[in-house]
């Protein structure tokens, strides 16, 4: 998953549904192995390709795969979703996407929904991707050693206590735990002040960050055998914002983005994924605005009554805890 998740502060819309939605929505974000092209030197081996399918497997025995159009339909209150639906859903617009879950699903006759992002190889990397490859050049006591020696006494006093507020939720007892807490740091109090400085850094650790993005984000070509395969793209903001962070002015620009990236790509109206999951209370008409009918979030639910706050399961988590789909 691109970073971690403090507790966000918003809320859901007020335009339910006539009748709840039963979806199994599933979310991924990386299906590679590691040391593969798509890996591409983030140090984040992801969802192992053997393991997807393997849980693609399971969930056909469960479930009835279905695509965003029909759940378009059931949103709208057109038609119906069949007993069991499920539907599979990828953030980020990653090359694992294309690569392998692209080969996967078109093998089996399955569509995929898959959230990209407003964003050309020019602009480079979005900060919580920055981060990761960071992360694997140099690791977590040495890239919080160079941030440090790049922030002034203010950012750094900003950075310490942004620190004291998410230690209860990521108390620094092993390393997973201490990179998240770096990350929610990063992320939302100094996302601005530091987007600027990991930049260098990339540059003068890693390599060059425009041609980074370039193999690592999805390409128009790439995105066009996917529809033209029976995928579906949605929106997945330009920046990749904590939304309940930002505010108004900048989620209206991030929102706006997506839209106007996938009037290129497909008809309307689409999908949209909130970044990190967070969410903010304008949100909802913010995107009803812009041509979307649907929001996915990250918070685990079955059961839909809100088009705007539809949950989803983490395929991912649930492959490594052996957790079931219900």
Not at 5 to 10: D, L, S
Not at 27 to 43: F, L, P, S, V
Not at 70 to 92: H, I, N, W, Y
Not at 280 to 306: K, M
């Amino acid at each position: 998953m691109v970073g971690a998740q403090p507790a966000h502060a918003g809320g859901v819309s007020d335009k339910h549904m006539n009748q709840p939605l039963e979806l199994t929505v599933m979310m991924y974000h990386y299906i590679r192995d590691r040391g593969d092209e798509a890996e591409a030197g983030t140090g984040i081996s992801g969802m192992p390709v053997l393991a997807f399918e393997a849980q693609l497997d399971d969930l056909s025995n469960q479930h009835t795969f279905v695509t965003w159009p029909e759940v378009r339909m059931a949103v709208q209150g057109q038609k119906p979703l069949p007993t069991s639906a499920c539907l599979l859903t990828f953030d980020d617009g990653v090359l694992d996407h294309y690569v392998h879950a692209f080969k996967i699903l078109r093998e089996r006759n399955i569509s995929g929904l898959f959230f990209v992002m407003d964003r050309c190889a020019m602009e480079g990397l979005v900060l919580a991707h920055k981060i990761h490859f960071l992360l694997a050049k140099l690791g977590l006591t040495r890239l919080r050693e160079i941030l440090w020696e790049n922030l002034n006494a203010t950012q750094r006093e900003q950075f310490t206590q942004a620190e004291k507020k998410y230690l209860s939720k990521y108390p620094p007892l092993s390393l997973d735990k201490g990179i998240n807490l770096l990350k929610a740091v990063l992320q939302r109090d100094l996302s601005m002040e530091v987007d600027s400085v990991l930049g260098n850094l990339f540059e003068a650790y890693v390599g060059s960050e425009k041609e980074t993005a370039r193999n690592y984000y999805l390409n128009s070509r790439q995105i066009q055998e996917m529809v033209a395969g029976g995928m579906h793209f949605g929106g997945h903001s330009q920046s990749h914002p904590w939304f309940d962070w930002i505010d108004a002015e900048a989620r209206t620009v991030e929102i706006k983005a997506s839209a106007e990236r996938l009037q290129k790509i497909e008809p309307g109206p689409w999908a949209f994924a909130y970044p990190y999951g967070g969410l903010s209370e304008d949100s909802p008409a913010l995107l009803q605005q812009h041509g979307f009918v649907a929001a996915f979030t990250t918070q685990t639910q079955l059961r839909h009554t809100d088009p705007y706050f539809i949950g989803r399961l983490d395929g991912e988590e649930i492959a490594q805890d052996g957790q079931d789909y219900a």
